[in-house]
């Protein structure tokens, strides 16, 4: 269940940050950390793929849940980022990162206290150290700048 839920929500982390980096006007750091949060989780949805695929499991994990639940942007939210330019899509892509990395880490935690596979555990741990760093420097990022 943990993949079959992180699978789409880090989809749409990279589809949130593919949006941010096609902008042109965006500060610096905010590209560089969509550029990170990409990199990190593009190959973590590739991993959780190949253990469905193992397990003989299917990705619908999602399947009737609520956008809004776990952090993720409902379809106004992202039409949102998409609209938004410049500074502004900057702050809003922080904004709503920072709502997906809370649903991400709460997630893990999930995981990690009631997983039992051992890739499953170790992942769910790196994803609350990473994601628990990248909301420190979206925070800071946003009190700076915003």
Known sequence: MFAQLMIPHHEQAVE?????????GVDQ???????QIKAAQAPE?????GWLRDWDA???????????????MS???????QD???ADAGA????????HHAGAIAMAGAELNDGEHADA???AEAIVSSQTGELTVMNDLLAARW
């Open 16 to 24: 949130m940050s593919d949006d941010l980096l096609a902008k042109d």
């Open 29 to 35: 750091d905010v590209v560089d950390l969509a550029t």
């Open 45 to 49: 949805i590739e991993t959780m793929q």
């Open 58 to 72: 299917t990705e619908d994990g999602m399947a009737g849940m609520d956008h809004g639940t776990g952090g993720m």
């Open 75 to 81: 379809d106004d939210d992202m039409m949102e980022l």
């Open 84 to 86: 938004a330019s410049g």
């Open 92 to 99: 809003l892509y922080l904004t709503q990162m920072i709502m």
């Open 121 to 123: 555990l170790a992942l």
